[in-house]
């Protein structure tokens, strides 16, 4: 099994490059961000309450996110050949949270491969992708916001993996193809 946890800022591509990782090795995508998008589109009560942290570019807590993909793992996944984690998990008690399910599913993650991106070209990227994604949270202002937790919040989550030695980094700027390229060898040498 192929476990993957795709990590990065906003902006650093993480969505585009799991649909890149999903069809080339078979994964099952699960997108913290697209599930609660899923759910604000659906007027759900949880859709609800997750919308007004999203706007303001803060985090969801954690136990609503941890119980959502409780929900998601939980579920068959023989038809994969593994998970690719995209947005999650974003705090430190999410990664001890997804190390409990996991291993009560005798599954375990392959490896935490963060995007780096300096922060000026993640705000032009998110500025741009603004213009077209219709996403409340794709402005300056909240975009400073969501770099900054992630600096804050969201690499204590990354340093857990470090300590475990599943940790690869990449540098995100290049083509998508570039990108996906530099992925793939990290990817290919946990086969
Ligand atoms: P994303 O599409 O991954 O950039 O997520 C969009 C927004 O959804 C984030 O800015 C958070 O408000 C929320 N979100 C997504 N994943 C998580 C998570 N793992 N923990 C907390 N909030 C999350």
Do not use: W
């Amino acid at each position: 099994m192929l476990n993957i946890i795709l990590f990065g800022p906003p902006g650093s591509g993480k969505g585009t490059q799991s649909d890149l990782i999903v069809e080339k090795y078979k994964l099952k995508h699960l997108s913290t961000g697209d599930i609660l998008r899923d759910e604000i589109k659906k007027e759900s009560e949880l859709g609800k309450i997750a919308e007004t942290y999203i706007t303001q570019g803060n985090l969801v807590p954690d136990k609503m996110i941890i119980d959502i993909l409780l929900n998601k793992i939980d579920n068959d996944q023989n038809d994969y050949n593994g998970i690719i984690l995209d947005g999650f998990p974003r705090t430190l008690v999410q990664a001890e949270a997804l190390e409990e399910i996991l291993n009560k599913h005798n599954k375990k993650i392959s490896v935490l491969i963060e995007i780096n991106i300096d922060d000026e070209a993640l705000i032009e990227r998110v500025l741009t992708r603004g213009k077209t994604s219709g996403r409340a949270d794709d402005n300056i202002e909240t975009m400073k916001k969501r770099l900054n937790i992630y600096k804050t919040q969201s690499t204590p989550a990354c340093e857990f993996y470090k300590k475990l030695n599943k940790y690869a980094a990449i540098d995100g700027l290049g083509t998508i193809d570039e990108v996906f390229g530099r992925i793939s060898t990290i990817i290919d040498s946990k086969l």
